[in-house]
Structure formats: C-alpha cells, structure tokens
C-alpha cells in the first residue's frame, strides 16, 4: 500500500457516515448498551443498532441484519459471542462495509484452532472489500469521527495517536491524561490484528496530518521489516514513543495468551529502537510523563538544563538524576547571573545551577517567574526545571514568562496529589508541564533532547 | 555514646517541656510567625517567644533574651540573622538548654570560614552542656513532643522515623505522604551537623521503639564506620529507607553548596547499601512508594508474586517488570486454579499467572475480592498486585479480603489522579496499597522481598 493509498482506504473507517452496532443492546451491563450510550455520548449521529429482536433501541431504528440497512455503512462493530461473529462478518462483506471491528475475544489469542478460525474471517471479508480491525480489541477512538472509547474519554480534537495491542491500555490513556490537557487524533486498539496490523496503522498515522506524536504498547510485530522501515522514516518528523512489553518469559506467556503474539528478542527491539529514535519507555507513567511533553512544549536545542529549586535536597538529587541521564547541568554564564543577582534577594540564594531561592522561594514564588524569564533569554541554556511548592503565584508567574518560549519547561511541585491535579489544570493549555517529581521531570526533558539530537542529525540528511 | 544514653540524653529535645523561640515574631510573613503559628496549631502549650521588643507575642509571655525566662528551656529554635547566631548560643548556653536548634543558614554550607564560625559554636553550647542541631536546618517534627514542621504536617503519631541532610525534603515527606495514611514517629533536618549528627540520629532511632522504618536523604556523612557498623545493626530489626543524592559531579558541588558535605565515592555507598539490607532509592517518589508499603504491609515470606487483572497489557508488562525486579511470577497450583474456576465466570479468563479476569473485570468488580481471598490461603504466593479500575466495590471487596492476610496486597489503579487520591484515602488504614502505576507496586513489592530475605538471612545470625 502507497501512503497515499492508506489514507484513502483508511479515512472512511476513522471518520464513518454511519456506524453499525451488532449486538447493540438497552439492556444495562450488556457490552452492546455500553458502546450505545458512549456513541450517543460522543454526539455520533447515524447510529444503527443490529439486533434480532428489538426494533428500536434507545431512539435509534434498529435492524435484525446490517443487510437490512438501506444506507452504506462505513463502520461496524461486532459485539456477539464468539460463535455468532462468523456469521456477523460474512453479512458485513455481504453488505460491502468499509470496516469491521471485531470486539468479540476467543480466536487467535486461544491457539491455533482460534488462530485458523480467524483466518477464515478474513478471507470472508476480502470477498466484499472489508478490512476487519481485531478481533479481541476495542476497536477505534476519534474524536473528528465522534468514534468514542469504552472508558468515555473527551472528544475534543488532538495531535496525539495511539496504536496498542491493549485496548484497555488505550483506553485508560486517552482518559488518565484528559485532566493534564492531553487530546487526541486518533487511538486504534488493534487486537489480535488478523487483517489490519500495527504496522499499517503506523503507516497511516505517519501520513495523518492531524496526528503530532505518536503513541504505541506492543508485545510483538511479525512485519518486523516493515516496521523498522516505517518507524525509521517517520521517526525524522514525529516522535514515537513506545512500550514494548512481554520481554520476560512469563510476560511474553501472558503477551501470548493476551493478544497471541510473539514477543521476539528484546536485544532487537532495543537495537531497532535506538537507530530509529524511538523513545522507548518501561511504563504508562513513563508513556504519559513523555508524552506530556513532547505534546507541550518545543523540542529543546541541545541537552543544557537549567534547575531553578526552593528545596535543596531535590535539586541535588534533580542535578544528579539530570548528568546520569545524558543530560549537562552547565554552569550559568556571568551576564545571566549578573541578571538574576538583580533580580533576586541577596541573602541565601545561590546562582551557579541549581539555582538555589532557598527559603526565600517559599515566601516569594513570584521569583520563580522571574528566573525563568531571565533564563529564556540565555543561549546557552535549553531547558529549565523548577522545584517549588505550587500555588497561583508560582503557576501564573511562569506561565506568563514561556508564553513565547521555545524552551521546555518543567515545574515538579512535590505536594500532595490533589495539588499536581491543580497544577496540571493550572498550566493546560499552556506551554509549561506540571510533573509530581524532579526526576520524573528530568527524565521525560532527557527523552526529548534524545529526540531532538535525532532529529537534527537527520535533518542533514 | 551508649544506646541507652543517646536515648536519655535526646528524648527531653524530642519531647520537650518547654521551647524558646528565639527571634519569635507577630508579623506575617516573617519566619518567627510561621513558627509561632505552626507550635500554635500543633497545641504546643509551653512556648517562650524570645524577642528584643516585644512583651507578648499572640498571647504568649516574651521575653528580651533566653536568660530572662524563669523556668528551665529544654529546646530553643533560633531563627536569627547568621550575624546574631552566635549571642544567641552563648545566651542558651548560659541558660543550659537541652537542645539547640539552629535554623539560620549562612555557616558551613558557605566554606571554612563559616565552617570555622560553625566550631566556635559547638564549642560554646560544649561549655553549657548543651547540644546543637544545624545550623541551616528547620530541626525536628515529633507528634509526641507536639514539634511541628513549617509545611503544618498533621501532628497524629506514627511509626516513621526520617533523618534528612535537606529540611524542606523532611518537611515535604511528612506532608505529601499524608493522604496516603503515612504517619511519623520524628523527623530531623541535620543541616550542617555542627554538633549532632547523622550517625547520632541513626542511633537514637534505631533504639526508639516507637520508630519501626527509617527514611532518610543524605547528600555525605562524614563517620563512615560509624555509619556502616550502624546501619548493619539498625537494618536487622527495622527497614531503612535512603535517597543517596549527590553521586554526580553537577550534583556532588550542588551538595557541597547545600550543606558542605562531601557527597563520597558512588561505589562505596552502593557496596554499603547492598551489604547492610538498605533500601536504596532514586526520587522522593521512589521513597514514598517504598514506604508506603513497608508502612501498611507485613513483610512478604518469599518473593512469589500473583498478579490479578483486567487489562492485558498492563499486566503483561508488568509481568515483565516484576521478572526483572528479581520477583518470581509462578504458575497458579492446579489447586488453586480449581479454586478460582469454581469462583469465576467462564468466559475471558485465564488462571495461570497474570490471573486475567478480561472486560469481566470492569463489570464485576467484586471478583478481585473474591481472587484475593483465594490467592491468601495460596502458600505458595508471597504477594498480590491487582490491576483494576477503581471504586468502591473494588476497593471494599479487597480490604475485606486482606484483613487478616499476612501477604502484602498492592492495587494499581490506571486512572486519573483524582481518583488516585480516593484510592488513598479509601484503603487507609487497613493493610493494602493503592499505587498509580502497577510497575511502581511492583517495585515496592521487589524492594520489600528483597529487605525481607535480608532479613531471614540475619535471623539465623
């Protein structure tokens, strides 16, 4: 498939005119109410429930076969029992519908009887032109197509992509970072992946032009070529970040009981990882902390942090965390320390970096402001992370100073957790992150001026 | 010093009849204030606010210098100028006060001079008998003696015990663990250890019965031996928990600026950790969670851990972790897993080990309880991480389930932080933990197995 040829094909099933629900149901509990209530939700509009017995469900005209329909359907949704998903996918292909996901588990993830059953369910759907998503997975999340998740995430529209071979994982991603501003272009839960696989979403995703960085927890790909070709070239214009997981022997068991696929050499993965760029994380609060900023902030310039702290202790352990991670924590230059002497109160603070406020930051958070102002403007500084307490001071005299930074910066408030709630809120929207913990920040700033490197090295190319 | 003396000899500065604040003030926004306040709200009765001008300060008798009080001191906070430390000592000296706080910075932390100004004072309080803590420092939180912390920590007694080389580091563990029912037995902020050191406070917690865990941040100690021979002994009976900062050479001169001490040798400090069963950790982060568990946990008897789950992928990746955090994740015993068949619904799930209760999981959140129960009577498990969604039927079924268990059970919640905090604050209290990310109960489960083997190990001795 072209790139071109993908989005072409694809487009339909992200962004459908009409979406069948086999299996919908009124019954609460019921899988089919679930998926009713959250397309509803999402404002989809031409919702057509397939059931065999109802003939209306919840205000919507329902049909006992999508071959009932008298209008094209661009998506369906099999929500049946295993045994009853043959039958489904066969009148799908018969009705000629652009995409079918298969929601039902027991195929390929149960061995190889499931496995072949499968096999015959895509040469069903080839035979009407339908491309089939799963089965085993939760099908698709996007907001432009009000195409909503389990879970219920917000619609509103974002630059992030996820493609996971855990549809629950996708699903609590897209939710646990509503409340840090996080949006979302499109999240694909691939499943068991017996027609379109990871690496075809990758291709589109690479393609898609509302989708900025993109996301992905895999346990194995059988494309491996195709993988390194598309994660390398896509890699030089969006970050992907990945959680590669099932390297154990028990966790590549579970992997293949879950979504039957091989989890392969974990030396390999990690080879292909570091000559394409990927950022390669070990878990969802690495994935989202990560993610967080590169959806945030600029790419840094180079790998010189500046620490602006209150707290002493953090900051050295900041300091050390920042030098073991690749990072430089430069000296600041004469002409920026002779701003900030300036700009700050004599006693008890220290210039060199960390950038120490002492006692004074507590008293004074406005300063912080003032600091990273000051540190905007020096060259020779790429990024910036500060330690304070929190607080609308503190939050709103930083956010006016990187209003046109390029610059990350990173505020680690180390508070109790309904105050990182508060902070996140605080700075959506804005360019600055708001992390629970310096070394959380130091690593996520790390990541990107890996990336960036990356970038710049293959921007020569 | 003999155990038994450390003990008699600092109790009275713990849990002092009667403290001067010396440099007390009314004026908000002053560092005298703030202290009043906080010996205020912690119901401290006997306060002598020690200032030049004033008679009373907010209902309490003042007084022009520490001399002038009638009544013997056991403890004075001076939160002086650096100019005026010394009278003030001497004053207290005179006075022979127990113990002496020194909360002004602007000594050691600055080089030898203030380093020499540093020994003049120990050798004045030498004079009155008395013994000094800091300077550059904000000295000791005992809910016993009623001592607060600036942050205003709540005041309810508890079982941990930290020693800190960086104060706002104490004062923020003491707060921000709070919502997650950590409470504390002392904190010290050492500072500078002019006097009184780490190793001192080392000894004296090791010998308080009320202290069962031992956390502290250290940037260098300077009685190596001591340290060592300390650590080994205190470690046999009672978990210690540190964050060795200032590894890196960024870091080590961030330190040096800090308190003056010299961050040492990585390597020596790891040989240390290893040899003595210490809990080394990374991040303030790291340190709660590992607390947390050594908290609310009893310690595991092996290191076999079950893990329950909903979500695939999570669990696989967990799975991963826990196999390379040195955790053993065995297949369920043919027993157990006829348990768990007779408890369970058919479809969806798997008993091997991750235990994946599928979408079923998410429907009938009371299965997890069920699970739990079953798994606690299973010898051969040591430990339970359990993935799920949350709420109360979740929450409930569990701590029902563990209440008499001997196992710790850690939940992991993926969700948003707000409910992270529920979580918290709805196990509180009995013995299972809540934890945002399953890879970080993981760890604190491997980092108590670990301590727990050091332990049977020693038992033997």
């Not at 099999?78 to 929601?103: H, M, R, S, Y």
Request: with cysteine; proline share 7%.
């Amino acid at each position: 498939m072209t790139p071109k040829n993908i989005i072409n094909e694809l487009t339909p099933i992200f962004i459908p005119k009409r979406v069948a629900l086999i299996g919908a149901s009124a019954k609460p509990g019921k899988v089919g109410r679930l998926f009713m209530d959250r397309f509803i939700g999402a404002g989809f509009k031409n919702i057509v429930p397939v059931n065999l017995k109802e003939k209306e469900i919840l205000g919507f005209k329902a049909y006992p076969n999508i071959k009932d329909v008298p209008d094209p359907i661009d998506l369906a949704i099999i929500l049946l029992p295993p045994f009853a998903v043959k039958e489904a996918v066969q009148d799908c292909a018969d009705k000629k519908v652009t995409g079918i996901v298969i929601n039902s588990s027991g195929f390929g993830e149960t061995g190889a009887e499931g496995k072949a059953v499968q096999d015959k369910l895509v040469a069903i759907a080839r035979k009407g032109g339908s491309r089939l998503i799963g089965p085993n997975c939760i099908g698709i999340f996007c907001p432009a197509g009000k195409l909503p998740f389990p879970l219920g995430a917000p619609m509103e529209k974002g630059k992030i992509g996820i493609i996971s071979q855990s549809g629950s994982l996708a699903d609590h991603l897209t939710l646990i970072t509503s409340e840090m501003g996080l949006r979302f272009s499109k999240a694909i839960s691939v499943g068991n992946e017996c027609d379109l696989k990871v690496v075809d979403f990758l291709e589109y995703l690479g393609e898609d032009p509302e989708t900025e960085i993109i996301l992905s927890y895999l346990e194995g790909v059988h494309e491996g070529a195709q993988f390194n070709r598309l994660t390398q070239s896509i890699s030089k214009k969006k970050p992907i970040i990945i959680w590669k997981c099932g390297a154990s022997e028990a966790g590549a068991k579970a992997a293949a009981s879950h979504t039957g696929s091989m989890a392969g050499s974990h030396q390999i993965w990690e080879g292909v990882f570091e000559n394409n760029g990927i950022i390669s994380v070990g878990s969802v609060e690495e994935m989202i902390d990560c993610a967080y900023a590169f959806h945030n902030t600029p790419l840094p310039k180079g790998n010189r942090v500046a620490i602006i702290t209150g707290p002493g202790g953090p900051a050295v352990g900041t300091t050390d965390a920042c030098v073991r991670m690749g990072l430089d924590v430069p000296m600041i230059s004469e002409s920026t320390q002779k701003k900030l002497m300036e700009a700050l109160p004599p006693v008890g603070t220290s210039l060199v970096n960390p950038i120490d406020l002492s006692m004074v930051a507590a008293i004074a958070p406005e300063l912080y402001g003032k600091v990273v102002e000051i540190l905007s403007e020096d060259d020779d500084i790429d990024m910036i992370i500060a330690i304070g307490n929190g607080g609308d001071v503190f939050y709103d005299g930083v956010i006016k100073a990187t209003k046109n930074n390029d610059k990350p910066v990173a505020l680690t408030v180390l508070m109790p957790m309904n105050m990182i709630v508060e902070g996140h809120a605080k700075v959506a929207g804005s360019n600055t992150l708001v992390y629970p913990d310096p070394i959380r920040a130091a690593n996520a700033l790390s990541r990107m001026a890996q990336y960036a490197q990356f970038r710049r090295i293959h921007e020569e190319e």
